[in-house]
């Protein structure tokens, strides 16, 4: 659609996140590639949206991290759906009857 927004991509929402934890968590890339098993190049270059890691790479990334691959996905998609993993959590709107007796 013309003049819509394009959906970002999981590899940029991913890295973002990412890079996200690792701060909040106070740890370098050196300290989170060292654990992970890979070089803080390339896990500088997957925090940037540059690369698109393997799911045993983003398994080693989150074990590195502490965190695990359901609350990493469960947080990548709600950034995609439009909400921030660190904002409040919406409430989903009424649906069916509760939707009706709303609007009367």
């Known amino acids: 659609m013309a003049g819509s927004p394009r959906e970002p991509l999981w590899r940029h929402v991913l890295g973002d996140y990412l890079r996200r934890l690792r701060?909040?968590?106070?740890?370098?890339?050196?300290?989170?590639?060292?654990?992970?098993?890979?070089?803080?190049?390339?896990?500088?270059?997957i925090e940037?949206?540059?690369?698109?890691?393997?799911?045993?790479?983003?398994?080693?990334?989150?074990?590195?991290?502490?965190?695990?691959?359901?609350?990493?996905?469960l947080g990548v998609a709600t950034e995609l759906s439009g909400v921030r993993a660190d904002a409040p959590a919406r409430v989903p709107a009424p649906v069916g009857p509760q939707a009706l007796a709303l609007a009367a």
């Open 48 to 73: 940037r949206g540059v690369k698109e890691p393997s799911s045993e790479m983003i398994a080693a990334i989150t074990g590195a991290l502490d965190v695990t691959l359901v609350d990493l996905t």
């Open 23 to 45: 701060h909040r968590r106070g740890q370098t890339l050196g300290d989170v590639a060292a654990r992970a098993g890979v070089s803080p190049q390339y896990l500088s270059e």
